[in-house]
């Protein structure tokens, strides 16, 4: 038997900062200051205030903090559990490219941050904790040929109780074997259903799996580090993870080229507020708008020939809520006709309720495209149909974010930003660079998010300044 199970543990086990090349350093503090991000703007968020008063009355007296606007100071699996579910908030936290059901800030940089917080470790150790559970995790999600999800099951809240429990892990110094445990105990808190994603309703749910995802990171590992144990073959065994919950799978992908490749290098930052699937077709929509200049009101119909998820599981042209728009392709194309798609803010109740947006949403139609039958792709070729007879055509298939495109130091800024615009913007752009920076920061106590300062009424009265001429 290969024993991929042990063979992961003994590498993330034996990883160090030291190991680790320039490129994939900053892909770390990349998805840490991006998740973070994420976290302030989805804060305010209905969802993300109910998950906030959980995680607070439970968790009080820690010291990791929750990253919303003046957030508290909560013990680390609270704070993993609030963090992961608000990265998630918003559909802004970033993923893998090629998809591999893996999204690394939520669910196992949340983790290994509550815990580095709560035990005061610094930004070094920080960053080869996130690298160890990147290349285990995205390697668990390549073997899931994203089977896990053709099941049923949302694949971000299964597999990342697994990248949570290394990172974790190796923050924490494991040996190989409490390593292997931390493993074994992960894969029985995976979980996470796509039934929202059919039935149309509940779609808070979906948030609610990338936090559970990163409490359990955080579970795992802890109970591994008193000696509680799981089984050595969690990952590739006969009822273990890839067999159950995704039947035909590829468990050599868990270890193929472990050490070599930096699977952490396929992190992918996205660029608008909405599901993966719809990015290049949005992408697509701008690029014509830019170059005929036509405007929504102009558009009789919208073809979109892309994957079979595209076609089936975000083919959704009447949402019901403002969660299960940004799930729909339909929607979240209509909305790049009338509004700026990379401002998470112009997904708003306004635009979901706006009827031109709703009546353009209806008049979208999805297809597979050949390529897509032959392997999985995020190419999406759309054509736009004006009242006038003229068709508009354009294929996407990256677009700024993706590991092909990474964004460069100052669009990662402007987007922090543009995230924390309804925060204190000095301290924002404080945070940024130091975070920028953080394999030289001893602790990371100094991670928050620092609220808007309250404007104040001057409240001199003609007394008050009689009062000072007299003086």
Known sequence: MAQETLQLAK?????????????????????????????????????????????????????????????????????????????????????????????????????????????????RELIAAVVAGNEVMIRIGRATKHNNEGRGFHAPGTTGPFGGAVAVGRLLKFKHATMTNALGIAGSLSCGLLEFARSGTGAMVKRLHLGRAAESGVLAASLAEQGFTGPQSVLEGPFGFLNVYCGEND???????????WATLRIMLKRFPVHITSHTSVQAIQDLQREHGYAGADVASIHIAGNQKMATVNNIPAPADLMMAQYSLPFCVALAHHREARDPASFNAKSFNDPAIRALAAKVTITVADEARAGHTLASTVTVTLNDGRTLSRRVDSFKGTPEQPLDRAEMREKFLLLTQHCNHASMALLFERLQNIESERNLDWIKIDAAKKKTRARASKTGANKRKKK
């Open 251 to 261: 468990a050599g992908a868990l270890t193929r080229r472990l050490g070599e490749e």
């Open 11 to 123: 590498y993330a086990a034996a990883l160090r900062y030291s190991d680790l090349p320039g490129p994939v350093v900053q892909r770390a503090k990349d998805a840490i200051a991006d998740t973070i991000a994420a976290i302030a703007f989805g804060a305010h968020l209905p969802w993300s205030r109910i998950i906030v008063d959980y995680a607070g009355r439970r968790g009080a007296g820690g010291r990791a903090r929750v990253f919303a606007p003046g957030g508290a100071r909560l013990q680390a699996p609270m704070a993993a559990f609030a963090n992961g579910a608000l990265a998630h908030a918003f559909e802004m936290d970033n993923l893998t490219w090629p998809n591999t059901g893996v999204h690394a800030g939520a669910t196992m940089c949340m983790p290994a941050l509550a815990v580095a917080q709560e035990r005061g470790i610094g930004g």
